[in-house]
């Protein structure tokens, strides 16, 4: 377990008079809230692992072996005043937070950013705890799919879908099987058919076998996620599907700090208010991220731009009190960039559904992974190996949540000035 940041600085910036804000969870919600609110109030970050994991980039990393150090990311330089702790908070209590070893820390303001998990699936954020284990975890994935001839893919969402594409970049000779329950890929509320059409379009293409409508009922422990060993699996219709590698995508889980007072959805999900307030807690416990029911999509672009939200709601609070006014969050609309290995993918935006160009410009590439280094406070991912980056000025912060949104918020006019058609 380590400290990083401390409170020395919060001493040399005055910040040790100020309330004291703990955030659960340094996922990508918990960093931005975290790094936000750092020169404002007393900011404690408590994450489990030791490494800010990139979700985003990790099926590559997985399957391209000298990329999978680039996903680590170390908590080093994320915080200038505040303090960063690795530990795991077992309970949350009315003042105070209970970490796994028993120690007990004292908050005036408490943000569970707790996140969702995979189980043990090597692209959850919520587990190994260290960075060594991880590239561990990795590396075991690239080695298995090396070794296999088929490749057998259970889940047509987003993590199904991208993980094809990068295996497929890699082994185009590998066969590979995606089954999936719905009728089409990325089956969601509000997801359009032409987004779904162009990346079935696209995996047929490079020799993905598509399976539709077919549930899988037995052969793998489906509430798994992640690889398993060679196995043959049954649908309820009765068909069977075999591979040498067998991966499980289907829907993440919230994850919770195992005691906590937080009112939960049906699914599992923290309630907030409009202002990410909980629902029917004491007035000072806050969540926002993939752990939370805010109304938005899961994913770490709307997790940022609750942060940014709430980080005003917070410094209210600490200011004001617990009968402050705070303001609502409003909700941005569901938006969607899946990438089909480096070059291809298709996306769902505002304004339209657009294609491999613009898919493969602002996120097939480098899965913004070189941002989330800068974001962390380094110069590059080269950082990965050698630990010597200075820390940025204050201007470069934020700038994946800058570039995101002027991605996401792109009219079509824009688009095509920047990208050219709607359907390349
Ligand atoms: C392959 C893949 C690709 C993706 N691509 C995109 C994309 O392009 N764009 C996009 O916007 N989203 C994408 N996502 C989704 C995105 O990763 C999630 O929506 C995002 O991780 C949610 O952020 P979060 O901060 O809410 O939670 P998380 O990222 O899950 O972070 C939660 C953190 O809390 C920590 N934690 C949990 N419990 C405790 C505890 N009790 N004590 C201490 N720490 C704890 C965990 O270790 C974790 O670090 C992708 C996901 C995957 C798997």
């Known amino acids: 377990m380590g400290l990083c940041g401390s409170s ?5 910036k005055g910040l040790e ?26 900011v404690v970050l408590i994450e489990k692992k030791d490494h800010f994991f990139h979700s985003i980039g990790s099926l590559r990393g997985a399957v391209q072996p000298d990329l999978a150090p680039k996903q680590i990311i170390p908590y080093s330089k994320l915080l200038t005043h505040g303090t960063f702790l690795q530990a795991t908070v077992v309970e949350v209590q009315e003042q105070q937070v209970v970490l796994a070893d028993g120690r007990k820390f004292p908050f005036d303001a408490c943000v569970c950013a707790t996140g969702w998990t995979g189980g043990t699936a090597f692209w959850s954020t919520n587990s190994p705890a260290s960075g060594n284990e991880r590239l561990a975890q990795l590396k075991e994935v690239h080695d298995r799919v090396k ?53 079935a379009a696209q995996l047929s293409k490079r020799g993905v076998e ?47 700090p195992e005691k906590h007072p937080f009112a939960l959805s049906d699914q599992g999900q923290i309630l907030v208010e409009k202002t990410l307030r909980c629902t ?39 200011e004001k009190g617990p009968t402050a006014t705070l303001a609502p969050y409003a909700n941005t609309p569901p938006a969607f960039i899946v990438p089909i290995g480096r070059k291809d993918g298709a996306g769902q935006l505002p304004f339209g559904v657009v294609g491999s160009m613009f898919t493969s410009a602002v996120k097939g590439k480098d899965l913004f992974t070189e941002q989330f280094w800068k974001d ?27 570039r995101m949104s002027a991605i996401m918020n ?6 095509k000035k920047e990208y050219g058609s709607l359907e390349a």
């Open 8 to 12: 020395p600085a919060a001493t040399k």
């Open 17 to 42: 008079s100020k309330k004291v804000v703990m955030i659960i969870g340094g996922g990508y919600a918990g960093i931005k809230l975290a790094k936000t609110l750092d020169t404002k109030v007393n």
């Open 147 to 199: 070794a296999a001839t088929s490749v057998l893919i259970i889940g047509g969402g987003a993590v199904g879908i991208e993980l094809a594409g990068e295996l497929k970049d890699v082994m185009s000779d590998v066969k590979i099987t995606l089954i999936s329950s719905g009728e089409k890929l990325m089956s969601a509320p509000g997801v359009k058919a032409k987004f779904q059409e162009k990346l």
């Open 210 to 256: 598509l399976v539709f409508g077919e549930r899988v009922e037995s052969g793998v422990d489906l509430s798994n996620a992640g690889m398993h060993p060679a196995s043959t699996v049954t649908t309820a219709s009765g068909k069977t599907f075999s591979g040498d590698v067998v991966f499980v995508c289907t829907g993440p889980k919230t994850a919770l």
């Open 280 to 318: 029917g807690t004491a007035p000072q416990f806050f969540a926002l991220g993939d752990c939370a029911q805010t109304g938005d999509v899961k994913n770490a672009y709307h997790g940022a731009l609750q942060a940014t939200a709430l980080a005003k709601n917070i410094v209210t609070f600490c």
């Open 376 to 402: 962390m406070g380094f110069k590059s991912s080269k950082d990965s190996q050698a630990h010597t980056a200075s820390a940025l000025s204050s201007d470069d912060t934020g700038r994946v949540e800058k």
């Open 410 to 415: 792109l009219d079509e006019e824009t688009f």
